[in-house]
């Protein structure tokens, strides 16, 4: 089965930067997309970015200009660069992939067990 790993979560102030990363187990032989979502307390899961075949990226509205996610298909991995964070972006950070193991055939969709970024006033 393919395991998701997140990192780099933690605490800082408005203005400030947070990367996070995001890496699958090797087992992940094929990876479609990899990306983020976030969920903070009383709010629906929100989508923040996404990297599909290792090219083009998508963003969340709340997040666009802000944050940049790239890939590295070598290590099986996503990164999330977040600047100029606002409060309104404390929440657990999710990372997901879909991907196809190894000894399968098609894709399934994959999710870590997320990070905590809490941003301070």
């Known amino acids: 089965q393919v395991q998701l790993v997140e990192y780099g979560g933690g605490l800082v102030q408005a203005g400030g930067s947070l990367t996070l990363s995001c890496v699958a187990s090797k087992s992940a032989v094929n990876i479609e997309d990899m990306g983020w979502y976030r969920q903070a307390p009383g709010r629906q899961r929100e989508f923040v970015a996404q990297?599909?075949?290792?090219?083009?990226?998508n963003y969340g509205d709340s997040v666009k200009g802000r944050f940049t996610a790239s890939v590295d298909m070598v290590k099986n991995a996503i990164y999330l660069q977040m600047n100029n964070l606002k409060p309104e972006d404390t929440a657990v950070y999710l990372c997901?992939?879909?991907?196809?193991?190894?000894?399968?055939?098609?894709?399934?969709?994959?999710w870590g067990q997320g990070t905590q970024v809490t941003v301070s006033s």
């Open positions: 990297v599909m075949h290792g090219d083009y990226a």
């Open positions: 997901f992939a879909r991907a196809t193991p190894y000894g399968q055939r098609l894709y399934s969709d994959y």
